[in-house]
């Protein structure tokens, strides 16, 4: 037998999933509903993603080594200064690198179907196989045809609405909302922005999270993001990034706006039977940082890697247990990083005060070498007992002086 695999969703998740099956002559579908998909996103890749993903110069936009944390009463502090001359946050559009990890699966075997897939089958035992019924659009209708597919396995990864996750039942999630516009700036104002990422906290511009304005090639993201409750408000809190901004955005030009849902913690069940999400679908945003490619990215090939170890390349169909190792891998290797970001947006996005203690702790060198060895490299990095001692003075420090160690 051949095991047959269908991937719904090519974003980062999706389609690093269906290129390492199709590497390992698996039969892959990567079932995608729009090829030309903007996603709303601040488009940050850590270092380590480009080597890790093998991504061409072309891909990165810019080259960030400058980041200003700006507080609620508008102190600004540069949080880049111990960056080496070599060593870059990747700002990216997601429409380029999608397209490019797209094509790179499909180049590697993977058959790329620009279809929606509308329901998804469940088996009523362990060997028969799933079908999935979609419109398949390559007649280039909205409608599309109505075509069926039947595969062994299927890896959702279609994102913070996923109807693969609804189908086997994985359980709701908080989410939070992105919004964002494009803006092209007049020449002067963009060379300002030419290696320089600004993130604004504030109940003004977010209540949850933070605000950002990141360079693209030829204009800046500038967005917000919230929490359920308060996402009536999502343009008045895109309003406030834009007033707090206003002098560095005046001329500029919105040529495009996008919003869309953000998962905010895991699904209770990632796998169910022998269906696995990744990325959105399954929750793998951070907290606080709000970071979801890397980890999209990432989860979708840990994913595909446990599926050909225990499929022994394609030989035979992978248990549900066998597809939990991925979750197990998963939590093991990345379980501190979201429980350590978790706990830093609980403490520090409380209020303006907390906030304010929050920048004032980014001004710190040890604070910032650590946070950027960590964003970069992904791995919790150590630091030597003595400097681990003075971020924890300085962290207290600064939450007792901000109010934020009350109940």
């Not at 075509?147 to 939070?176: E, F, M, P, Q, W």
Request: proline fraction near 5%.
């Amino acid at each position: 037998m051949a095991l047959r695999v269908a991937v719904v969703g090519g974003g980062p998740a999706g389609s690093s999933a269906a290129e390492v099956l199709a590497k390992a002559g698996i039969e892959t579908y990567l079932i995608e509903r729009k090829l030309d998909n903007v996603k709303p996103c601040g488009g940050a890749i850590p270092l380590c993603m480009v080597s890790e993903f093998d991504l061409p110069s072309n891909i990165i936009d810019r080259r960030v080594r400058k980041m200003k944390m700006i507080s609620p009463s508008n102190i600004e502090v540069n949080i880049g200064q111990t960056l080496k001359p070599d060593e870059y946050i990747g700002m990216c559009r997601r429409e380029v690198l999608d397209g490019f990890l797209r094509s790179r699966a499909e180049s590697c075997g993977a058959k790329l179907i620009n279809g929606t897939v509308h329901k998804l089958e469940i088996p009523t035992n362990h060997q028969e196989a799933y079908t999935l019924h979609y419109a398949d659009h390559s007649n280039g209708t909205l409608e599309g045809v109505a075509k069926t597919l039947k595969v062994d396995l299927v890896i959702g990864a279609d994102g913070a609405n996923s109807r693969v996750a609804k189908a086997i039942d994985a359980g709701d999630y908080n989410y939070a909302i992105a919004f964002q516009e494009r803006i092209r700036l007049p020449e002067d104002k963009m060379a300002y922005y030419d290696d320089l990422a600004e993130m604004y906290v504030g109940d003004d511009v977010s209540p949850d999270f933070y605000a950002w304005v990141f360079p693209k090639y030829d204009h800046v993201a500038v967005g917000t993001g919230t929490m359920k409750p308060n996402q009536a408000r999502i343009k008045e809190l895109q309003a406030g990034i834009r007033a707090r901004a206003v002098e560095k955005l005046r001329g500029g030009k919105i040529i495009r706006v996008e919003a869309h849902p953000i998962p905010e913690h895991p699904r209770p069940r990632r796998v169910v039977g022998r269906v696995a999400l990744v990325g959105d679908a399954a929750g793998t945003v951070t907290k606080s940082s709000g970071e979801g490619i890397y980890f999209a990215a990432k989860s979708g090939r840990m994913c595909a890697e446990t599926i050909v170890e225990f499929s022994n390349k394609g030989e035979r169909i992978p248990t549900e247990q066998d597809l939990k190792v991925y979750i197990k891998r998963w939590d093991r290797k990345y379980g501190a990083t979201y429980l350590v970001l978790d706990w830093l947006q609980r403490v520090f996005y409380r209020s303006d005060a907390t906030r304010e203690a929050f920048v004032e702790m980014c001004s710190d060198i040890d604070v910032q070498k650590l946070t950027f060895d960590s964003y970069l490299y992904k791995t919790v990095v150590p630091a030597n007992p003595f400097t681990q001692l003075k971020i924890t003075a300085k962290t207290l420090g600064s939450l007792l002086r901000g109010n934020a160690l009350a109940p």
